[in-house]
C-alpha cells in the first residue's frame, strides 16, 4: 500500500463530469491523502498504513516549534482519495503498467476499510473520501510544501531460495571420479 501524504491549508475533490450529481467533498486545515492499493495488499498493510498516517507528526505547535503535532493532536481533517496511479510502473516504455494494482472490486472494500478505521482511530467526522472509480477534479493549497510518501513494509515477503554448491575434495592420492567432483545441491 502506498500513500502520499500532503498537509494541506484546504482541499476539496468533484466528480469531473458536468451531469453528476455528487457534492464536493472538501476539508480545511488538515492532510490530502492519495492512497494506493497494491494487489498483494492485506489487513496488516491497511492497519500499519492507518496508524502510520495518523502518527505523523507534520503539524506545528502553538508555540511555532515545527513537527510537533499529530493530525488528531492539531484537530485537523483529512481527505483521502484512491488513486492506483500511484503504483504505476514506469520501466518499460512509456505508457504505465498497473498490473501491480489491487483490481477495483477488490480494492473499493479496502479503501473504505482505510477510511473506516481513520475514523475509528481519530473521529469519523474528520474525515472525507474521494469517488471511487471516478475521474475528479482535485484542488488544494499546501501548507508547506509538505509531502510524505508511505509504502507499507511487506508482512510475508516471498521466501528467499539458496542454492548452495558444495564440491567434495577427494582424500590425497585418490583418483577424481568424475561423479564425485561434480557439485551437490544442499
Same mark, same amino acid.
Given at each position: 500500500?502506498?500513500?502520499?501524504?500532503?498537509?494541506?491549508?484546504?482541499?476539496? =475533490?468533484?466528480?469531473?463530469?458536468?451531469?453528476?450529481?455528487?457534492?464536493?467533498?472538501?476539508?480545511?486545515?488538515? *492532510?490530502?491523502?492519495? *492512497?494506493?492499493?497494491?494487489?498483494?495488499?492485506?489487513?496488516?498493510?491497511?492497519?500499519?498504513?492507518?496508524?502510520? =498516517?495518523?502518527?505523523?507528526?507534520?503539524?506545528?505547535?502553538?508555540d511555532g516549534?515545527?513537527?510537533?503535532?499529530?493530525?488528531?493532536?492539531?484537530?485537523?481533517?483529512?481527505?483521502?482519495?484512491?488513486?492506483?496511479?500511484?503504483?504505476? =510502473?514506469?520501466?518499460?516504455?512509456?505508457?504505465?503498467?498497473?498490473?501491480?494494482?489491487?483490481?477495483?472490486?477488490?480494492?473499493?472494500?479496502?479503501?473504505?476499510?482505510?477510511?473506516?478505521? *481513520?475514523?475509528?482511530?481519530?473521529a469519523p467526522?474528520?474525515?472525507?473520501?474521494?469517488?471511487?472509480?471516478?475521474?475528479?477534479?482535485?484542488?488544494?493549497?499546501?501548507?508547506? #510544501?509538505?509531502?510524505?510518501?508511505?509504502?507499507?513494509?511487506?508482512?510475508? #515477503?516471498?521466501?528467499?531460495?539458496?542454492?548452495?554448491?558444495?564440491?567434495e575434495k577427494?582424500?590425497?592420492?585418490?583418483?577424481?571420479?568424475?561423479?564425485?567432483?561434480?557439485?551437490?545441491?544442499?
Open positions: 500500500m502506498r500513500a502520499v501524504v500532503q498537509r494541506v491549508f484546504h482541499a476539496s =475533490i468533484r466528480p469531473r463530469a458536468a451531469d453528476s450529481v455528487d457534492e464536493p467533498r472538501s476539508i480545511s486545515a488538515g *492532510l490530502l491523502i492519495f *492512497l494506493g492499493i497494491h494487489r498483494t495488499d492485506q489487513s496488516a498493510d491497511l492497519e500499519w498504513m492507518v496508524k502510520k =498516517i495518523l502518527g505523523l507528526r507534520l503539524f506545528d505547535a502553538e516549534s515545527e513537527w510537533k503535532l499529530t493530525v488528531k493532536e492539531a484537530g485537523a481533517e483529512i481527505l483521502c482519495i484512491s488513486q492506483y496511479t500511484l503504483l504505476a =510502473i514506469t520501466s518499460k516504455g512509456s505508457k504505465p503498467d498497473f498490473h501491480e494494482c489491487m483490481p477495483g472490486a477488490e480494492s473499493e472494500p479496502m479503501y473504505e476499510k482505510v477510511l473506516t478505521q *481513520l475514523g475509528k482511530l481519530y467526522d474528520k474525515i472525507q473520501k474521494g469517488f471511487f472509480g471516478v475521474t475528479t477534479r482535485i484542488s488544494c493549497e499546501m501548507n508547506g #510544501p509538505v509531502t510524505i510518501t508511505l509504502d507499507s513494509p511487506k508482512k510475508n #515477503p516471498a521466501p528467499v531460495t539458496t542454492k548452495v554448491a558444495v564440491v577427494p582424500a590425497t592420492g585418490d583418483a577424481v571420479s568424475s561423479s564425485s567432483s561434480s557439485p551437490k545441491e544442499v
